[in-house]
T-cell receptor, first 111, second 113 residues
């Protein structure tokens, strides 16, 4: 079964602390993995995707196929990082817009 | 902000009624997907339309149907509304390039009483 699991509903850290948002997936094949973010009163938007291997707003995520994980990390959290974060996957081999989302993790960065 | 818009913003219906939600994609985006997001959950894929044909569907019953038009607009229709249909409905559009990403609209909040 295709599934994305984000075990934490809420992650609360202080400004300047490291952040790790966990994401585990279940999929037989080679999916493409994404992190989406939703800031307060804004629409859902792409933060990063694993094939790009880039750092966006200081966030990085490494795909670990052995552990089927795609954790999102940032070494020093900022207050403006407070938002809802969703991990998602799509079948990597097909041109489809079907995204399978996790339940989301609220990141709260305290001053 | 992207050019994906949705209407209406909010909608209240009663059980058994029918509803039509609308989405306007960016020019050139020939692929549109619809998602249902229940409170406290991540979005769930309903279906995708590509060049006015459905080409992918999630685990939703046939009373959820859609249309896509040549002018980059699309509709989500839900018949025989049930209380559990209360949710935020999102549309997302993209081009057909495999490397392209999806751009989400702001959503329509549907409440079924």
């Amino acid at each position: 079964a295709q599934r994305v699991t984000q075990p934490e509903k809420l992650l609360s850290v202080f400004k300047g602390a490291p952040v790790e948002l966990k994401c585990n997936y279940s999929y037989s094949g080679s999916p493409e993995l994404f992190w989406y973010v939703q800031y307060s009163r804004q629409r859902l938007q792409l933060l990063l995707r694993h094939i790009s291997r880039e750092s966006i707003k200081g966030f990085t995520a490494d795909l670990n196929k052995g552990e089927t994980s795609f954790h999102l990390k940032k070494p020093f959290a900022q207050e403006e990082d407070s938002a809802m974060y969703y991990c998602a996957l799509t079948p990597g081999s097909s041109n489809t817009g079907k995204l399978i989302f996790g339940q989301g993790t609220t990141l709260q960065v305290k001053p | 902000e992207t050019g994906v818009t949705q209407s209406p913003t909010h909608l209240i219906k009663t059980r058994g009624q029918q509803v039509t939600l609308r989405c306007s994609s960016q020019s050139g985006h020939n692929t549109v997907s619809w998602y249902q997001q229940a409170l406290g959950q991540g979005p769930q894929f309903i279906f995708q339309y590509y060049r006015e044909e459905e080409n992918g569907r999630g685990n939703f019953p046939p009373r959820f149907s859609g249309l896509q038009f040549p002018n980059y607009s699309s509709e989500l229709n839900v018949n025989a509304l049930e209380l559990d249909d209360s949710a935020l409905y999102l549309c997302a559009s993209r081009t057909d390039r495999v490397s392209d990403t999806q751009y989400f609209g702001p959503g329509t909040r549907l409440t079924v009483l």
